[in-house]
Structure formats: C-alpha cells, structure tokens
Nanobody, 121 residues
C-alpha cells in the first residue's frame, strides 16, 4: 500500500490550506488514518487521527484550527488547516493502518512522502 500526499505550499499567517492523501489501488482495507508533522531537527508529531468510522482526535496545537476528514470510497484523508501560524511550518506526513486479506492476512502501516507547509509571518 502506498500513500500519495499533496496540497502543501506557502501561505501567510492566518490563512488556510487543505492537505490530501490518497492510497490508490484496491485489495486492502484502510483503518485509521493520521497526519503527522516534523520540522528539521525535531521529532515527528502526531497532529490528528481519524478512524474508519469517523472518530477523530487532535493534538492540542491543532484543536479548533485543523479538521481531519476522510473519504473511505476513495481511500483518501484530508487535513483542513485554518488560522495557520508560522509555527505550523513543517513537513506533513500522512499515515494509514491497513489490512490486506488476500492471499493471506497482512496488517501494515504505510507513510506518505511528506508535503511541505510554510507559513510566513
């Protein structure tokens, strides 16, 4: 299973941006999906998670500003980011937990390639 992230870019503080991440193909089931972020020299931080049935959790830094959502039919997860701040500048990574049933059951975790968000002050 591979993930393809997109949507990063340069925005001014206070602006908005939406990230997307898709797992193309078939033959697998995506369970939870998450967005993480990592700046240079820092640890990767979990930003938000959404389960298959739509339950969500957020890091304190994201609450009230970011919204994670998904489209199960398209194996796609989104991260809508509003009221962006310079400290949100990071590389954002999507992650998905999946199951493949055929020919054998395989449980795994996939990561996207990362998409850069830069917020200017």
């Amino acid at each position: 299973v591979q993930l393809q992230a997109s949507g990063g870019g340069l925005v001014h503080a206070g602006g908005s941006l939406r990230l997307s991440c898709v797992a193309p193909g078939s033959g697998f089931r995506i369970n939870s999906m998450s967005w993480h972020r990592q700046g240079s020299g820092s640890q990767r931080e979990l930003v938000a998670t959404i389960t298959r049935d739509g339950s969500t959790t957020y890091a304190d830094s994201a609450k009230g500003r970011f919204t994670i959502s998904r489209d199960n039919a398209r194996n796609t997860v989104y991260l809508q980011m509003n009221s962006l701040r310079p400290e949100d500048t990071n590389v954002y990574y999507c992650e998905a937990d999946y199951i493949i049933y055929d020919p054998t059951t395989v449980v795994g975790r996939a990561w996207g390639q990362g998409t850069q968000l830069t917020v200017s002050s």
